[in-house]
Nanobody, 125 residues
């Protein structure tokens, strides 16, 4: 059973930065493409960023492009999201996700089987 555990969330002022991590455990985690999603109160969960299983291909939502950077370590055990120039509209619970059938990341949450419990990111104005 694959387990995902996020960390690194918190409260930051607008314009600040936060670094999120997602620890992956379980069978053959390196084969999974992975993604970061976020869900603000009263809104649907939305895609933020994704990375291929090799780590050589990334994709971003337009709302975070140029500010967020996704990566994974070579062992495939940890997924990262570096968030710069944060805005109040980035406030949400951030989730990492993985699926053994994906080689490249997908933007739809329905494509992912495994999810972390989420970490809260709050950006004050």
């Amino acid at each position: 059973q694959v387990q995902l555990v996020e960390s690194g969330g918190g409260l930051v002022q607008a314009g600040g930065s936060l670094n999120l991590s997602c620890a992956v455990s379980g069978p053959t985690p390196r084969i999974y493409a992975m993604g970061w999603f976020r869900q603000a109160p009263g809104k649907e969960r939305e895609f933020a960023a994704g990375v291929s299983w090799r780590g050589d291909s990334t994709v971003y939502a337009d709302s975070v492009k140029g500010r967020f950077s996704i990566s994974r370590d070579t062992a495939g055990n940890t997924l990262y999201l570096i968030m710069n120039n944060l805005k109040p509209e980035d406030t949400a619970v951030y989730y990492c996700a993985a699926d053994p059938s994906l080689v490249v990341a997908r933007r739809s949450s329905r494509e992912y089987t495994y999810w972390g419990q989420g970490t809260q990111v709050t950006v004050s104005s």
